[in-house]
C-alpha cells in the first residue's frame, strides 16, 4: 500500500509539472502578445485556457481520490495539500495570462501609448518568481520559496511605476490617452497578481516543508528560520 501511494505521489509531482509549464508558457506568450501587436498568439493564449482548466480539474480529482484511498499522514498529506492548492494557484494565474491577452488583442490595432519598458520588467519578475516558486516545490527547498516570498516587494514596486507613469504623465495630461493607458493598467495590475499568487505557491512550500504557515507572516522571513 505505501509503494502503491509512492508511484501515485509521483504521478500527481508529474502532472503539477505539466501544468506548470502550460501556465509559465502562457505568462509568456500573452506579454508577447503584447510587445508584438500580435493577435494570433494572444488568441492561442486564450484558447489554450481550457485546456488548463481541464488539467486543474483532472489534478483536483487526483488529490481527492489520494485523500479518500489512502488517508495520508504528516509529510505525505502536507505534500497532498500542498499540491491542492499550487493546482487552484496555477489554475488563477492562467485566468490573469487571458486578461492580459484580451488587453493586447484590444490594443493590437493601436500605436502603443509609449514603449513598454517597466511592464516587461514586471512580467519577467513574475516569469522567474512562477519557476523559481515551482523549482522550490520540486527541490523541497525552502530557502529558495524564501526568496520567492520576499520578492514579491518588488512587483509591487513595478506596479506602481507602471501606474504613476500612465496616470502622471499620459492621462492626467491629456484625456485622449486614457483608452490606450487603461489597457497597460489592467496589465500591471494582473502581472503583479501573477506574482502574488507565486508567492502563495512559494508560503505552501514552506508549509510542506516545515509545517509552518508563513502567510499573512512574512516579515518573520526576513530573519531567516
Known sequence: MERHLDEELEKLNVDLLKMATLTERAIHNS??????GNKEL???VIANDETIDEMEIRIEEQIIDLLAL???MASDLRFITTA???NAEMERIADLTVNISQRAIELADQPLLKPLVDIPKLAD???WMMNKAIDSFVKHDENLAKEVILSDKRSNELRSLVIS???TDYMAKDGSTVPRAVPLLLV???LE???DHAAAIAEDVIYMIQAKIVKHHREKLQGGS
Open 70 to 72: 489512502f488517508q495520508p
Open 125 to 127: 519578475q513574475a516569469k
Open 165 to 167: 507613469e500612465l496616470i
Open 188 to 190: 500591471a495590475r494582473d
Open 31 to 36: 506579454v508577447e502578445a503584447l510587445k508584438q
Open 42 to 44: 494572444a488568441e492561442a
Open 84 to 86: 491542492m492548492h499550487i
Open 193 to 195: 497578481r501573477i506574482c
